[in-house]
């Protein structure tokens, strides 16, 4: 029994195929796993119309009744976690624990969301006799919801769980080649008892979904998850019908290495965070800034933890790296680390694919990288780790924010007055000081430059899909 399920989309809550589909592939592997339909304009069309006859539903559904449904699909997808975790190792390459991990990690984020549901207070303005000013929050409307690839479930869970707790409906695009988280999250609210339209799914074309999704008048949000050069191409769209847009992109986070640190445990945690995910996160540490004192037994630390990182097909219980998701980034990470080496760096780990089926690509470490080359600048998204030294906190944060994406920082120090300084001047919309945790699901999480606009998580959250309505009455007409 093939542990892949049968991809189809979901619209007004209905399952569908369509005339025209495209191979997934497992990436340890190269073997196509499922056949993804595309959607047409057609196809596109239905989604609006049922997401707006979804919306006059579902805006009108008490929040304890929208939390209701969605914590019973976050009870069902806690049911379905292997099925789902065995899904997204085999159309993504991670492995099987992490992707466990990320199903946990996704119904957490609807559960915060629920509870968000029913506590998205208003208030009264005090005012003069006879008059009453009321502040009210509704949902925004029809939400087109853009998720990647490098988080199968855990992403669109975000998406979908901040528009159904706020009362919108969502058409949500999820990513061509890991489609399955997202079919799992349809499925787990078509069984939850969801209203029809309250929650579509398309795959197709990118550029022809959003193109065509974003020009509708009916959309009033759109939610992306991805690149700079994308977002901002999306954001433009956006702003032709005044749509708000809710950007989380690049990243490139730095991480600063304090001389009074535990250089031993910062080293090992930053290895073992660091090829996570094969280094497909936003929020990976990818240039570490390390307190000259330090630099060499760090380097060498962080270097051993990185060559015994075990590589290998994600269904394999010990492996603790995949693949990198498709055959595009093999040769997009060599191109960054030869133009590093040409222009002075020193290769201490890695740095060459691994021979056979599957797009690996060995656990990387670079040092002494000068500043002029590409990896300093463009984030590598994958298992690529930059060690460069500096010579005080001044220079760490200036090095830290020389690049123009602000989404996540690191620091390793237990003095109070540098994380006072870090706190101060680190340009990042998240920063963790001795942990390599940048987001959870009660806490806000965006950037700040061009990583972004808006925050998922926290109470934050739901008011991207909000807007506010004030009311103004007066006891007798004036």
Known sequence: MSIYPDLRLYIGGEWRKTRDDLAV???????????????????????????????????RTAPRERADIILKASALLRERQEEIARAITAEHGKPLAQARLEVIRGCEFFEWDAGEAVRSYGRVIPSAPG??????HQPIGVTLGLAPWNFPMSQPARKVAGALAAGCSIILKAAEETPAGALHIARAFHDAGLPKGVLNLVFGTPAEISGHLIRQEVVRL???????????????????????????LGGHAPVIVCEDTDVERAAISGAIRKYRN???????????FVHESIFAPFLETFSGRAAATKVGNGMAPDNEMGPLANERRVPALMDLIEDACAKGAELCVGGS???????????????????????????PFGPLAVINP????????????????????YGFTNRADYIDRMTDEVEAGNLSINTLEASLPET????????????????????????VKTVSHSMSIV
């Open 25 to 59: 592939v497992n990436p340890a592997t190269e073997e196509e796993i499922g056949r993804l339909p595309h959607a047409r304009i057609s196809d596109l069309d239905d989604a609006l119309e049922a997401a707006e006859t979804g919306f006059r539903v579902w805006c």
């Open 131 to 136: 008059v009453r000013y009321l502040v009210h």
């Open 390 to 409: 500096v010579g005080s906190l001044d220079e760490a944060i200036a090095r830290a924010n020389s690049v123009p994406y602000g989404l996540a920082a």
């Open 278 to 288: 094969a280094g497909q996160v936003c929020t990976s540490p990818t240039r570490f």
């Open 444 to 467: 806000p999480f965006g950037g700040v430059k061009s990583s972004g606009s808006g925050r998922e998580g926290g109470t934050e959250g739901l008011e991207n899909y909000m807007i």
């Open 222 to 248: 759109v939610a992306f998850t991805g690149s700079t050069t994308v977002g901002r191409h999306l954001s433009g769209l956006a702003a032709q019908n005044d749509t708000r847009a809710l950007m989380e």
């Open 353 to 379: 694919p691994i021979k056979g089926a599957g797009y690996f690509l060995k656990p990387t470490v670079l040092a002494n990288v000068p500043d002029d080359a590409r990896v300093m600048q463009e984030e």
